[in-house]
């Protein structure tokens, strides 16, 4: 499989790696073989790609979000997901219950690549854009509980540029939940100590100490919780226990917020 893809939509391959070297494991956390499938395809060394503390930041996170959306599902078993940002994720094999209707956005070479690796699937519509233009809210139902996931895809974005998405969401959709991943300012200044993002050409654009930054940036955005993916990280390793009791803060977090009704 050919590869071509821009330098924020090559940090795809961080949590693809990690889950393709994590599903391998005899005890994994996480499974995802279409993963593993993809790398075996794609033959890309993982090595600069997973790395402990990303390893264990991915793992966290895919194991709270899959735990959150899962809750959300089984109280709106008709839900419609939008995947923003989606990369290589397979989320919807992990969290579908025979109803939803899933949607996998991103930019045109990344649907491209993910286009020969992904099958066509039920219920699921991979469509090219960007989230920062409305187009691609036409294709997305009205009349369903409306779910939007960013995962990795904040920090690539200016603060007006996540005020843009969100104007895009509120005017597009009369309410709808976000969850989306934060992390920290001091990341942004110390990003070139990212022990796997270092190894890319993306930039890391913007951070917050809150989530309620976010919300802040437009009216009618409301922040219903923020977890720090130490509460998972702690659970497994003791090099996790001690970042997360030193320096627990500068850790990325899921962040859920809602518009609307």
């Given at each position: ?104 956005l ?37 009349d ?28 597009s ?39 309620q ?48 009704a």
């Open positions: 499989m050919e590869l071509t893809l821009g330098d924020v939509q090559t940090t795809a391959l961080i949590p693809l790696a990690i889950k393709a070297n994590e599903t391998k494991r005899s005890n994994a956390r996480i499974k995802d073989e279409m993963a593993v499938k993809i790398i075996e395809t794609i033959g890309v060394d993982t090595r600069p790609y997973d790395k402990f503390m990303s390893h264990e930041g991915v793992v966290a996170r895919t194991i709270m979000l899959d735990k959150s959306l899962k809750e959300m599902i089984a109280k709106n078993p008709d839900s419609a997901i939008v995947n923003m940002g989606c990369g290589f994720d397979n989320r919807f094999e992990r969290v579908d219950n025979g109803k939803i209707l899933w949607f996998d991103d930019l045109p070479d990344s649907i491209a690549v993910r286009k020969k690796a992904f099958p066509q699937r039920d219920r699921v519509t991979m469509i090219a854009g960007s989230v920062l233009e409305s187009a691609w809210t036409k294709l997305i139902p009205q369903r509980n409306l779910i939007f996931i960013a995962e990795g895809l904040f920090m690539y974005f200016t603060m007006e540029e996540i005020k843009q998405l969100l104007t895009v969401l509120k005017t959709f009369r309410k709808g939940t976000l969850i989306a991943e934060q992390n920290c300012k001091m990341m942004v200044k110390q990003q070139k100590h990212h022990d796997t993002v270092k190894n890319t050409k993306a930039v890391f654009k913007s951070g917050t100490d809150s989530a930054e976010i919300a802040d940036l437009l009216p009618g955005i409301n922040l219903v919780e923020e977890r720090s993916f130490n509460e998972e990280m702690k659970k497994h390793s003791i090099r996790g226990k001690i970042f997360a009791a030193l320096f627990g803060k500068f850790n990325d977090r899921w962040a859920t917020f809602t518009w609307g």
